[in-house]
């Protein structure tokens, strides 16, 4: 029998094993992406598994669909943490990598090709742990001053203004704002309803001037069903699909930052700049780690934390403090 190595494991070759699910309805890996409800979630978490595909063949153009996931023990997943944790990445980078495996796993013994036994102890992997400062450059509200005033009078530049001004003042993901319909809008409360990570919705809350910007963009729009935020071609229509409004995808909103801020002749920023700037506005202005959480919908009150910029301010100021002596030679 023809073996695959897993670095110095090995396992059967697909081609040799019987029971190898090949139905997209029996393979955990359509299973396990099935099973994701946001479309930014099954592209992240499809890229990990194919990815650990290509690690684990050494085939460059593998994918996780029919790899025998259910062959894997704990000796394999060992090896396989410590092969990601060899490739340079971030810690977080790497984990995402073993969530997927975990996850992929556990489709496999729901399918009933793995033994709860065997599931246990193939996922039983710490978490690599690394401390690293939060990544992504503040926004300054003259940048967002700038960009805003790149925007024209054209259905793109009301929709892009509307749109930075709704990332400046919730500090939304890029999956999320992608991910608005009209419906969520509720301009009474000046509220969005937002899905977040795992389906987890929130509500965050538009300034008014963000609101003016939106309105000024739903004139244009419509008041039809769809998405909040669409495609817009160069005629000045709005991309549909069965009549209604598509939603941008993330790479679709980071192309109409860099577009922008390159107009007003600002450096680059990404939507998690937004994001982190956001959060470091609501902790310098004395809102509680808690609030702050919830309106950005994180899991833990720690990773909010994270993003306080106030003990680096109190660092700085200690150093602030010292006066470098006069430069003068000995005697």
Not at 234 to 259: H, M, S, Y
Request: net charge positive; proline share 6%; glycine share 10%.
């Amino acid at each position: 029998m023809r073996r695959r190595k897993i670095g110095r494991v090995s396992l059967p070759a697909v081609s040799d094993v019987a029971a190898l699910p090949v139905e997209p309805a029996r393979d955990p890996y359509h299973v396990y992406l099935d099973s994701l409800t946001s479309p930014e979630s099954r592209r992240t978490m499809r890229g990990c598994l194919d990815r650990l595909a290509r690690l684990l063949t050494g085939d460059e153009t593998a994918t996780g669909a029919g790899q025998p996931w259910h062959l894997l023990r704990y000796e394999h997943t060992v090896r396989i943490r410590t092969m990601l944790t060899g490739q340079g990445w971030s810690a977080a980078y790497v984990n995402k990598h073993l969530v997927a495996l975990r996850r992929v796993l556990k489709e496999a013994w729901r399918l009933g090709q793995t033994s709860a036994e065997d599931l246990a102890r193939a996922s039983d992997l710490a978490p690599v742990r690394q401390s690293r400062l939060p990544t992504g450059h503040h926004v300054p509200p003259e940048v967002v001053g700038a960009a805003l005033s790149a925007c024209d009078d054209s259905p793109a530049g009301v929709r892009d203004a509307a749109l930075i001004a709704v990332l400046y003042s919730t500090g939304c993901r890029r999956a999320e704002l992608g991910g608005l319909a009209l419906a969520d809008y509720d301009p009474g409360a000046r509220s969005l309803r937002v899905r977040g990570k795992r389906d987890k919705e929130r509500l965050v809350y538009l300034t008014t001037d963000a609101i003016g910007l939106v309105e000024r963009w739903l004139a244009i729009r419509g008041s039809g069903p769809g998405a909040l935020f669409s495609p817009i071609s160069k005629a000045g229509r709005l991309r549909e699909r069965d009549g209604r409004p598509v939603g941008l995808t993330g790479q679709g909103i980071a192309d109409i930052l860099a577009r922008r801020l390159g107009e007003a002749g600002a450096s680059r920023r990404t939507a998690h700049d937004f994001r982190r700037t956001f959060i470091g506005e609501l902790l310098d202005a004395g809102v509680d780690l808690a609030t702050a959480q919830a309106l950005v919908g994180h899991s833990s009150p720690a990773t909010t934390a994270r993003y306080d910029r106030r003990p680096e301010k109190t660092r700085r100021d200690a150093v602030d403090r010292l006066r470098l002596p006069t430069a003068r030679p000995l005697t």
